[in-house]
């Protein structure tokens, strides 16, 4: 019988190393920085960063009104810079600012953007620049 038990016992204390999880689940990248438009601090907008080489993997973070902005991404990589409006502006809660600069037509798509960041593991500061 002390066999058997100490089988159960092995089994049990396996199946509960899996369910709560044995590590090796790497911490998403963090970033943050700031946001330009020639040299302008581009405030209040959606940041958009979408992985080169993977449709459909994309990242909204909100920008500030000081250009700023911080979050995270899934994986390290090059994304894809885009800008849309904020999302309080996307869902009507409130106007587009006017004070701001406005940003060349092919800032507003993925597959139109110039624009490339790279972000590695861990925490990233990037300064993203956008020019004409």
């Known amino acids: 019988m002390s066999t058997a038990i100490a089988l159960r016992a092995a089994a049990a204390a ?6 709560a999880g044995c590590g090796g689940e790497e911490a998403r990248p963090k970033v943050k920085g700031t946001l330009t438009y020639n040299g302008q ?5 959606t940041l958009i960063l979408t992985l080169e080489g ?4 994309s990242h909204s973070l909100q920008v500030g009104p000081d250009g700023t902005f911080d979050g995270e991404v899934s994986k390290p990589g090059t994304y894809k810079v885009s800008v849309a409006e904020s999302l309080a502006v996307m869902e009507g809660l409130e106007k587009p600012r006017k004070d701001g600069p406005q940003i060349a037509a ?11 960041v790279t ?9 993203i620049e956008l020019k004409d």
Not at 14 to 19: D, H, P, R, T
Not at 54 to 57: A, I, L, P, Q, W
Request: aromatic share 2%; hydrophobic share 35%; glycine share 12%.
């Open 14 to 19: 396996m199946v509960l190393g899996l369910a």
């Open 41 to 45: 601090p581009l405030p209040d907008k």
């Open 54 to 57: 993977s449709e459909g993997v």
């Open 106 to 116: 092919k800032y507003k798509a993925a597959g139109t953007s110039d624009a490339r």
């Open 119 to 127: 972000i590695d593991r861990g925490v990233n500061e990037k300064a």
